[in-house]
């Protein structure tokens, strides 16, 4: 038997699951499978290629840093200019994330699913077909409807997928398909590392933000986490323990707030520690 981690989608919040891995290395606890959906496929990616959580927290400021309000307003200057002479010129989102998928290139040293040090899967959505696409080692046999597999992708290309918060970012094209957040159609993929295998299941969902929308991107991400949440929500797929930290209020680019959100994925595992042990120790 065996168990898999799922690190959910959230955005910035995404840095608690650092926090929650720290936790579970501190206490030789290591997931033989994982499996992320956005934010969550960033950690899980960077975990699974060997990195340890303190090396994903020292690099995980530079990938949101990439996340600029210059360089968002930059492209909707561009976008406002299009508008006047046609309306189907405008661009499908205000950063290319061809910045971001340059780092996790450098971090990932370009690697393919197979090279990985945990089997990983990671989830993105088809925005033509509203399919969830899973990139894996290998294609599993889904247990969910709407679910494919693809199993030769640099995994750096299927994490700046997995993380393409709609507008925010240009969708990503991979073997035709052109893929947004994984989120949209399953942010916490339990019956991903189900399919991988798993028979426990010990998933992480960062839940909706508690912050309140302060502008047109902050109106977005609230729109998706709500969705995601009823989406989530309505999956039959369950894990065996469900950890929801408790974090402070924080939008995409708060960045000073990454210190808290780590802690706060710290202070959710150590309070887990104990019925996480008794999961993993059954099997």
Not at 130 to 157: C, H, L, M, W
């Amino acid at each position: 038997m065996s168990w898999g981690l799922v690190l959910g989608s959230g955005g910035l919040r995404g840095a608690a699951h650092v926090g929650f891995l720290k936790v579970l290395e501190e206490n030789n606890i290591r997931p033989p499978l994982i499996a992320g959906t956005s934010a969550g496929a960033v950690v899980a990616a960077l975990y699974a290629s060997g990195l340890s959580p303190s090396k994903i927290e020292q690099q995980i400021s530079m990938i949101y840093k990439t996340l600029s309000m210059g360089s968002m307003l930059e492209k909707f200057t561009s976008a406002s200019k299009l508008t006047k002479a046609r309306m189907e010129k405008l661009p499908m989102g205000f950063l290319s994330g061809i910045t971001a998928e340059f780092i996790l290139k450098n971090l990932l040293k370009n690697k393919d699913f197979s090279r990985l040090s945990i089997p990983c899967s990671i989830v993105a959505t088809d925005l033509n077909s509203g399919e969830t696409v899973v990139f894996s080692n290998k294609k599993y046999a889904p247990r969910s409807q709407n679910t494919v597999y693809i199993d030769r992708t640099k995994v750096a290309e299927a994490v700046r997928a997995s993380m393409g918060i709609p507008v925010l970012f240009e969708p990503k094209e991979i073997y035709g398909r052109m893929l947004i957040d994984g989120g949209v159609t399953n942010s916490v993929p339990v019956d991903i590392v189900m399919d991988m295998g798993a028979q426990k299941v010990i998933a992480v969902d960062l839940d909706i933000s508690g912050r309140s929308p302060e502008n047109l991107f902050g109106v977005i991400f609230k729109t998706i986490d709500i969705m995601a949440f009823y989406v989530s929500q309505s999956k039959p797929y369950k894990a065996d323990l469900t950890v929801k930290p408790h974090m402070p209020k924080a939008g995409l680019l708060d960045i000073d707030k990454i210190p808290q959100l780590i802690a706060a994925g710290e202070q959710a595992a150590v309070k887990n520690l104990k019925m996480i042990k008794k999961i993993i120790s059954h099997i």
